[in-house]
């Protein structure tokens, strides 16, 4: 199958080339890359200028096409008709030498698959266990593999808020556990949410679907909402064998603020697009849990290492459910 490979940039020219030079080595190279650069300065365009990559095309975007969706909806707008999988990467990614390969793989196992995800494998330690390993209240056991849990789970776990539904899942409460908790197995996953920035697609899927412009700029959770409508018309997939590395780049996030308040009002939207018309317990559950979340933020003013930066967030999720109350999103239909 012929695929395009999207990436949509900002301010990252240097972990861009990264991505770039891991992408030179696949066993699978891509029909077309498409950079859809939505930077302030002409360091990426440079950088490209001076290390050439077989069928890379580059745009820079103005104003009203800056935005990680809107950046990808302009690059899909771009595709070449003949391609049949369109791939997106986040420019802070690194590949191993058969993510391609094994991406494509996963629609011929599965001819039924609307789109496929790759796996991040440098976040989170694994161990293997046994099938009938009993995890204790601080690990997170799947499939035959245990990992630590987070504090936040813990806590959850404590008070019967934890999800009630497998990795990939969302439950009706939302606030679900992410592909990041399926194991390293090698082994592919049926979902229902994928990381939009390790994950891809077949061209119709866009024929139908774009992604929303509700997700302004960085974008929180718009994978999440996307991939969610994806799944209500067809089957997601995540192949555990198709590996990558991302490495977090600083540059081109929002302050802890802004971050807080997505945090929660795009979450709000994405549970909302999951669950159009919540029961009074997936209420209470959205609610406890986001207020709960909220708790262990300003915690971390005087636990943790980055005090500063926990208490804006918490205030920015504050004020993001406070806004609620008066200022509901309006879900796209």
């Known amino acids: 199958m012929k695929f395009s490979l999207i990436i949509c940039t900002y301010m990252r020219p240097e972990p861009l080339l990264q991505l770039l030079q891991s992408v030179q080595k696949q066993t699978f190279y891509p029909d077309e890359i498409l950079i859809i650069d939505g930077s302030l300065h002409d360091q990426t365009k440079i950088i490209l200028e001076k290390n050439k990559f077989e069928n890379l095309k580059y745009f820079l975007v103005d104003d009203l096409n800056r935005g990680l969706t809107k950046q990808r909806n302009f690059g899909i707008r771009n595709v070449e008709p003949s391609n049949e999988i369109v791939c997106f990467l986040d420019d802070d990614t690194v590949l191993q030498i058969d993510y391609f390969e094994r991406i494509m793989e996963t629609y011929k196992i599965f001819p039924d698959a609307l789109g496929a995800g790759g796996y991040i494998c440098n976040e989170v330690k694994w161990e293997k266990t046994s099938d009938n390993y009993i995890?204790?209240?601080?690990?997170?056991?799947?499939?035959?593999?245990?990992?630590?849990?987070?504090?936040?789970?813990i806590l959850r776990?404590?008070?019967?808020?934890?999800?009630?539904?497998?990795?990939?899942?969302?439950?009706?409460?939302?606030?679900?556990?992410?592909?990041?908790?399926?194991?390293?197995?090698?082994?592919?996953?049926?979902?229902?949410?994928?990381?939009?920035?390790?994950?891809?697609?077949?061209?119709?899927?866009?024929?139908?679907?774009s992604f929303s412009n509700y997700f302004e700029g960085y974008g929180l959770y718009e994978d999440a909402d996307f991939t969610l409508r994806v799944s209500k018309i067809g089957n997601l997939y995540l192949n555990t064998a198709a590996k990558l590395e991302h490495f977090h780049a600083a540059s081109g996030r929002p302050n802890q603020y802004k971050y807080g308040k997505m945090v929660v009002r795009n979450g709000y939207y994405v549970w909302r697009v999951k669950n159009p018309n919540p029961a009074l317990e997936d209420h209470f559950k959205w609610n406890a849990i986001t207020i709960l979340l909220t708790l262990i933020r300003f915690s971390n003013v005087l636990t943790g290492n980055k005090r500063k930066e926990a208490f804006t967030e918490a205030i920015g999720r504050t004020i993001g459910w406070w806004s609620l109350l008066f200022d509901k999103p309006k879900i796209e239909k």
Do not use: A
């Not at 990992?147 to 936040?152: F, I, L, V």
């Open 135 to 153: 995890p204790r209240i601080d690990e997170f056991y799947y499939d035959e593999w245990k990992r630590n849990d987070g504090s936040r789970f």
């Open 157 to 209: 776990k404590k008070l019967s808020l934890d999800s009630d539904c497998p990795p990939g899942f969302s439950p009706n409460f939302s606030h679900g556990r992410s592909v990041g908790f399926l194991p390293p197995s090698n082994k592919i996953y049926k979902v229902e949410q994928l990381m939009g920035g390790v994950s891809s697609f077949r061209k119709s899927v866009f024929e139908e679907l």
